[in-house]
């Protein structure tokens, strides 16, 4: 499990690129059989991970945080296929 220094270190990075008009998609991917990740979007590199979780739980905490109002509420949650 990621600990919780390290969930506040990661939602302080996320609200600073909220801060640099980064788009968080407010969605989360599983990348792995244990992990989850948010993703967003910058200008020079696109779709990009910004950041990952141990569990869907630790995502959607984290997301919850930065903005409750795009937290999934239901449905199936996207699995990204490793490459």
Not at 28 to 50: F, M, N, P, R
């Amino acid at each position: 499990m990621t600990s919780p220094c390290e969930s506040i270190r990661q939602l302080q990075f996320l609200r600073e690129l909220v801060n640099a008009h980064t788009d968080i998609a407010g969605d989360i991917l599983q990348i792995g059989v244990e992990t989850w990740a948010i993703h967003g979007s910058i200008a020079v590199d696109g779709d990009v991970l910004v950041a990952e979780y141990d569990s869907l739980e630790e995502a959607r905490n984290v997301l919850a945080q930065l903005a409750p109002n795009q937290v999934p509420t239901g449905g199936t949650i996207p699995r990204l296929e490793a490459p």
